[in-house]
């Protein structure tokens, strides 16, 4: 193997060990056969790089990385990668092991099994009731695990907040619903319709075909929408990050107060969608949507004025 799929195969290796090592500990304290493990990963498979750059330190990880050179995952044939709401960017896989319960060796290809069903399911699956009030997203799936091919009845919806670019990354708003699946804009000035899972590469797009089918889920995405805050409720932001004022150029910088070179590295990281250790005025605009003056305090760090943001210039 040459080096790229040295450090491919080495990440697979040491993701295979690290899963094992956990089910051993189960074992060893007697649980295994009382758990439930769940294994999925990220979604979508990271663009490769052209080339090797440099080892780095990543911010987020407290580690040093070799870069998107040696991400040589495929997306099986399905359309759009990381940060796309096509299938190759959301369909992810799930695994699962909860001995005399979940049969071993049963695939699924039924089922859409999506995050917000963790909750209700895996609460089911504890005897846990849901207070009388709770209005989640996800439905109880437990069937599921425990081998039954059923369908969900609820629909799930996707909005994608970053850039915009042509193939597969221009939708912002996506709902499916049974096997049907919408792609649009926010204003749903575009659309697109798919069958899945007849059409799991989303090739042929139907939507002039199904004009009422499309009215239904465009409707079903536009008031989803409008059910979202429009800000984040400031208790569900973390205590050491700060981004509303991490990019102030000019504030000053107490003591614990979360300004620091590694707050503003961990959003230099979060904000780089296209990983090219850049940030662009769009990709710093949609990591701070909502909040004013943008393009001037861009430029702010913008110190040689060529309209991108270095990781020196902003974490500093």
Same mark, same amino acid.
């Given at each position: 193997?040459?080096?790229?799929?040295?450090?491919?195969?080495?990440?697979?290796?040491?993701?295979?060990?690290?899963?094992?090592?956990?089910?051993?500990?189960?074992?060893?304290?007697?649980?295994?056969?009382?758990?439930?493990?769940?294994?999925?990963?990220?979604?979508?498979?990271?663009?490769?790089?052209?080339?090797?750059?440099?080892?780095?330190?990543?911010?987020?990880?407290?580690?040093?990385?070799?870069?998107?050179?040696?991400?040589?995952? %495929?997306?099986?044939?399905?359309?759009?990668?990381?940060?796309?709401?096509?299938?190759?960017?959301?369909?992810?896989?799930?695994?699962?092991?909860?001995?005399?319960?979940?049969?071993?060796?049963?695939?699924?290809?039924? #089922?859409?099994? #999506?995050?917000?069903?963790?909750?209700?399911?895996?609460?089911?699956?504890?005897?846990?009731?849901?207070?009388?009030?709770?209005?989640?997203?996800?439905?109880?799936?437990?069937?599921?695990?425990?081998?039954? %091919?059923?369908?969900?009845?609820?629909?799930?919806?996707?909005?994608?907040?970053?850039?915009?670019?042509?193939?597969?990354?221009?939708?912002?708003?996506?709902?499916?619903?049974?096997?049907?699946?919408?792609?649009?804009?926010?204003?749903?000035?575009?659309?697109?319709?798919?069958?899945?899972?007849?059409?799991?590469?989303?090739?042929?797009?139907?939507?002039?075909?199904?004009?009422?089918?499309?009215?239904?889920?465009?409707?079903?995405?536009?008031?989803?929408?409008?059910?979202?805050?429009?800000?984040?409720?400031?208790?569900?932001? %973390? #205590?050491?990050?700060?981004?509303?004022?991490?990019?102030?150029?000019?504030?000053?910088?107490?003591?614990?107060?979360?300004?620091?070179?590694?707050?503003?590295?961990?959003?230099?990281?979060?904000?780089?969608?296209?990983?090219?250790?850049?940030?662009?005025?769009?990709?710093?605009?949609?990591?701070?949507?909502?909040?004013?003056?943008?393009?001037?305090?861009?430029?702010?760090?913008?110190?040689?004025?060529?309209?991108?943001? #270095?990781?020196?210039?902003?974490?500093?």
């Amino acid at each position: 193997l040459d080096k790229q799929k040295q450090v491919y195969s080495a990440v697979i290796t040491d993701g295979d060990n690290a899963v094992g090592a956990i089910l051993d500990a189960l074992k060893a304290e007697g649980l295994e056969d009382n758990t439930i493990v769940m294994f999925s990963s990220d979604n979508g498979p990271e663009s490769t790089a052209s080339q090797a750059g440099p080892e780095k330190r990543d911010p987020d990880a407290n580690a040093t990385g070799y870069g998107t050179y040696y991400s040589v995952g %495929s997306s099986g044939g399905l359309r759009g990668r990381k940060r796309s709401v096509f299938e190759g960017g959301v369909r992810v896989p799930l695994i699962v092991r909860w001995p005399g319960h979940t049969p071993a060796g049963v695939k699924n290809d039924t #089922t859409v099994f #999506t995050a917000v069903d963790l909750l209700p399911t895996l609460c089911a699956a504890a005897g846990v009731k849901l207070p009388d009030d709770y209005q989640g997203d996800g439905e109880n799936l437990l069937a599921a695990l425990k081998g039954e %091919s059923i369908k969900r009845k609820r629909p799930i919806f996707w909005e994608w907040l970053g850039m915009k670019a042509e193939p597969d990354y221009w939708p912002r708003l996506v709902v499916r619903d049974g096997d049907w699946k919408l792609v649009m804009t926010d204003e749903a000035k575009r659309a697109e319709l798919y069958r899945i899972p007849e059409d799991r590469a989303e090739a042929t797009d139907v939507a002039n075909d199904n004009p009422e089918i499309v009215a239904r889920l465009t409707k079903l995405a536009i008031d989803w929408k409008a059910t979202l805050p429009t800000k984040p409720n400031p208790e569900c932001r %973390s #205590t050491q990050l700060t981004d509303e004022n991490a990019d102030q150029p000019n504030n000053p910088k107490p003591k614990g107060s979360g300004l620091t070179p590694e707050v503003r590295a961990r959003a230099f990281v979060r904000w780089d969608v296209d990983k090219d250790d850049v940030l662009t005025l769009a990709e710093y605009q949609a990591g701070l949507k909502g909040q004013d003056d943008l393009e001037t305090r861009f430029k702010g760090f913008d110190k040689n004025g060529d309209g991108k943001l #270095t990781r020196e210039e902003f974490v500093r």
